[in-house]
């Protein structure tokens, strides 16, 4: 699927949960590939846009911490 924006070219967004493939319908993929750019634009140093590579991992607990 592709996201369509008056701002941006076309992009496709994929989603993995703990390995699984998450189908993605063309709002939702949208929402998350402008959200996330939207996002990225704002820092410095990012001026265009052709690929984004996020993983995001839960951090383990520091066992000294409990």
């Known amino acids: ?7 941006e070219s076309n992009f496709i ?3 993995e949960v703990n390995g699984q ?11 998350i590939a402008q959200s996330i ?3 990225l634009k704002s820092l410095r140093g990012v001026d265009v846009v ?6 995001i ?3 383990a607990k520091d066992p000294k911490s409990q």
Do not use: P, Q, W
Request: glycine share 4%; with cysteine.
């Open 1 to 7: 699927m592709e996201c369509n924006s008056k701002h």
């Open 13 to 15: 967004a994929e989603l």
């Open 21 to 31: 493939k998450i189908d993605l319908n063309r709002f939702v993929e949208s929402f």
């Open 37 to 39: 750019i939207g996002m």
């Open 50 to 55: 052709e690929t984004i590579d996020l993983k």
């Open 57 to 59: 991992s839960k951090e």
